[in-house]
């Protein structure tokens, strides 16, 4: 294996830290340097950016990204055995590193991050959508963030990418792709990772619009969204009853069958809902 830097290999740092996985804070690790500045590639040219790094264990993406050039890392991190072993790492860049200790769900890191910025993580798959979901809907756009460059399990990917007319198609999808473009860019098998986990893995890249799509306020958008897919087996006509008296006429100004299913409505559609929603 090539060496991106002139720091142990990530085996090594794990033995000498005694950074046994804990299941309780999703830790899988990628060891191969060499697949981690692949996958902080796909981030784009980190040259002129601040990036923000969430859970990096013992620094296997870190030093992918500081390698590939990041401008500085601002990497959050719940484990406090982890921080040694980060701490070798900013040695080795000094000034490009800050870590900070704490729960990435609680923490409000734009303070210590000038833009551009740039997002990269590999985190346990439920902090994972939870924060995905928290930067795809800030109170303005643009968002603070140029490009978001995450690992999920394989199946949350798909759903982020997913097309009208398909299974996985639902609320992640219209969410994501409302303001943002967002690509399915690798593919990683469970041994890609120690411990391995069940689930094969995938890198999405979303990167930022100026503006929406389609025009649609995002709080209306978001609760016909839920509405339609909280019972996506129904015809939107009853699913989407409790919104509205005169659903049906709404649907068919906005141009959708009031017997169609959420599954099948695009996400032009569900912004020309939101727009009759919005009328008084
Ligand atoms: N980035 C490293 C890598 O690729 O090898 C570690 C990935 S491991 C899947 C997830 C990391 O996120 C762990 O280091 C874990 O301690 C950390 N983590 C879990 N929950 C977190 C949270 N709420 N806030 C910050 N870090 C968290």
Known sequence: MTQIDGLPPLSEVIRAHELSAKKSLGQNFLLDLNLTAKI??????????????????????TRG???????????????????????????AYPGQLLVIEGDALEINPLEHLNPPIRVAANLPYNVGTELLVRWLTPKDWPPFWQSLTLMFQKEVAERIVAAPGTKKYGRLALLAQWRADARIVMELPPEAFVPAPKVHSAVVHLTALEKPRFEADAAVLSGVVAAAFNQRRKMLRSALKALSPDIEDRLRAAGIPPTERAEQVSLEAFCALAREMARS
Do not use: F, H
């Open 65 to 91: 990204l500081l390698a590939e050039g990041a401008r500085r890392v601002l990497a959050l991190e719940k484990d406090p055995r982890c921080l040694p072993a980060l701490a070798e790492i900013s040695d």
């Open 40 to 61: 902080a590639r796909q981030a784009g040219d980190l040259s002129d950016c601040d990036v923000l790094e969430v859970g990096p264990g013992p620094g296997g993406l």
